[in-house]
């Protein structure tokens, strides 16, 4: 088992940055490939970026590329969502999944991953 936990959201204006965090713990935090979604009300969950377990391999939904910058630090075990010039449309409930898989695959299918976090809310507004 593996427990996610988020952290860093709030409310904030349009233009600035916050930065998220994804704490991980439990029985292995090994080759956990870590993906960030987020959830607007009345709209179907969003991926957002993610991450393979080497830190190198990484994917962006088309919605944040060039303002959202996902890392991870294994030592802390924790992986981080860096999100800059936001906007309004950026508002909602982000989610980190976790899946556990030796090979380094980044998904962006919320179905494939295999834990999630309760989410951290964010707001932006004008």
């Known amino acids: 088992q593996v427990q996610l936990r988020e952290s860093g959201g709030g409310l904030v204006q349009a233009g600035a940055s916050l930065t998220l965090s994804c704490a991980a713990s439990g029985r292995t935090t090994n080759y956990l490939n870590i993906g960030w979604f987020r959830q607007a009300p009345g709209k179907v969950r969003e991926f957002v970026a993610a991450?393979?377990?080497?830190?190198?391999?990484?994917r962006y939904g088309d919605s944040v590329k060039g303002r959202f910058t996902i890392s991870r630090d294994d030592a802390e075990n924790t992986v981080y969502l860096q999100m800059n010039s936001l906007k309004p449309e950026d508002t909602a409930v982000y989610y980190c999944?976790?899946?556990?898989?030796?090979?380094?695959?980044?998904?962006?299918?919320?179905?494939?991953?295999?834990?999630w976090g309760q989410g951290t809310p964010v707001t932006v507004s004008l």
């Open positions: 999944a976790a899946d556990w898989n030796p090979s380094v695959i980044v998904r962006t299918t919320p179905g494939e991953y295999d834990w």
């Open positions: 991450v393979g377990w080497n830190g190198n391999t990484l």
